[in-house]
T-cell receptor, first 114, second 115 residues
Framework: DQQVKQNSPSLSVQEGRISILNCDYT??????FLWYKKYPAEGPTFLIS?????DKNEDGRFTVFLNKSAKHLSLHIVPSQPGDSAVYFC?????????????FGQGTTLQVKP | DTEVTQTPKHLVMGMTNKKSLKCEQH?????MYWYKQKAKKPPELMFV???????INESVPSRFSPECPNSSLLNLHLHALQPEDSALYLC??????????????FGPGTRLTVL
């Protein structure tokens, strides 16, 4: 059973426009969410996170929105740049597990066209 | 500085070989992790060390043996691997590992090929 889902395997966006990557989760006990960016043959790079006590967190061009009632989060990148082309993973952590165990989604490949 | 280093970058080994993967961080983090990632799949957790003690083993076969000599180092000893174990092996670290708002920082990975 996949607890974290990224239903869009790929997304293509024009440079300068907004990229919106979506993530859904099923476990209501998740209360910390992270986005990672990954280039081929490299490790994931941490982008931004959000705690369940917030509904928005912003860092430069990256904003993460959390809708707890819908069990949905999204990552907005604006403006998108060709260097943003990578695989984006959403990850969630269980609030009461106290183990640091992250559950990853399947990833969305973002292509930003010049 | 959020750097986690891993060596070697690439490793090719036969099924009868014994090899080790190494991971190092100097961020003062007390939790370290091993993940395995196959192509076009998300990272899968293998082991978690918290304060140098193994806290999670995700039912990993015994041919993978983790070791945490100190708070900065994490090793993964490999023995009698199978071709299906070929993957990218990622190390990560976080500040505490017991607080669920820790952020994990990943190393670049070791690309392992088992012949």
């Amino acid at each position: 059973d996949q607890q974290v889902k990224q239903n869009s395997p790929s997304l293509s966006v024009q440079e300068g426009r907004i990229s919106i990557l979506n993530c859904d989760y099923t476990n209501s006990m998740f209360d910390y969410f992270l986005w990672y960016k990954k280039y081929p043959a490299e490790g994931p790079t941490f982008l931004i996170s959000i705690s369940s006590i917030k509904d928005k967190n912003e860092d430069g061009r990256f904003t993460v929105f959390l809708n707890k009632s819908a069990k949905h989060l999204s990552l907005h990148i604006v403006p998108s740049q060709p260097g943003d082309s990578a695989v984006y993973f959403c990850a969630a952590e269980h609030g009461s597990s106290n183990t640091g165990k992250l559950i990853f989604g399947q990833g969305t490949t973002l292509q930003v066209k010049p | 500085d959020t750097e986690v280093t891993q060596t070697p970058k690439h490793l090719v080994m036969g099924m009868t070989n014994k090899k080790s993967l190494k991971c190092e961080q100097h961020m003062g983090h007390r939790a370290m992790y091993w993940y395995k990632q196959k192509a076009k799949k998300p990272p899968e957790l293998m082991f978690v060390y918290s304060y140098e003690k193994l806290s999670i083993n995700e039912s990993v076969p015994s041919r993978f043996s983790p070791e945490c000599p100190n708070s900065s180092l994490l090793n993964l000893h490999l023995h009698a691997l199978q071709p299906e174990d070929s993957a990218l092996y990622l190390c990560a670290s976080s500040q505490v590992g017991l607080a669920h708002t820790d952020t994990q920082y990943f190393g670049p990975g070791t690309r392992l090929t088992v012949l």
